[in-house]
């Protein structure tokens, strides 16, 4: 897995264009923390996080799907979300995180590396420079 700058991944963020208007940011914890706080310097908006897990810390399948780990303690409804996670490989976690926020008024995605509405990349995966 290679890996990119700091200063690259940051210009990534910085001239991403972003379209809509959010209300709130939701963050897929733990990976889409970062990526959150990062993407909130330029829109400046709440910043919730929804606790799912998939994944062990070297990334390999933990469960046979996406579990919820703590309840969602934000109102999502009739709100337009940007969710945020770091990578996007199956989609499983994004799906399931769309389900249990069915209720919102709009959701999109956005991912440092993969599939997404917003994506700073569309690649083999690699080591985000945050990740010590």
């Not at 897990?53 to 780990?69: I, S, T």
Request: proline share 5%; glycine share 4%; charged share 30%.
């Amino acid at each position: 897995m290679g890996g990119k700058t700091f200063e690259e991944v940051m210009e990534r963020f910085r001239t991403l264009p972003i379209e809509e208007e959010f209300d709130l940011i939701v963050a897929i914890a733990n990976g889409g923390i970062v990526p959150a706080a990062i993407i909130n310097q330029r829109l400046q908006k709440e910043i919730h996080l929804l606790k799912i897990n998939l994944r062990d810390e070297n990334q390999r399948p933990k469960y046979d799907h996406p579990q919820l780990v703590a309840p969602i303690d934000f109102d999502f409804h009739d709100k337009r979300i940007l969710l945020v996670d770091d990578r996007i490989k199956t989609g499983s976690t994004i799906l399931f995180a769309r389900e249990l926020l069915k209720e919102a008024k709009l959701i999109k995605t956005f991912a440092v590396n993969g599939n997404a509405d917003y994506a700073l990349y569309d690649e083999a995966c690699f080591k985000f420079p945050w990740i010590v």
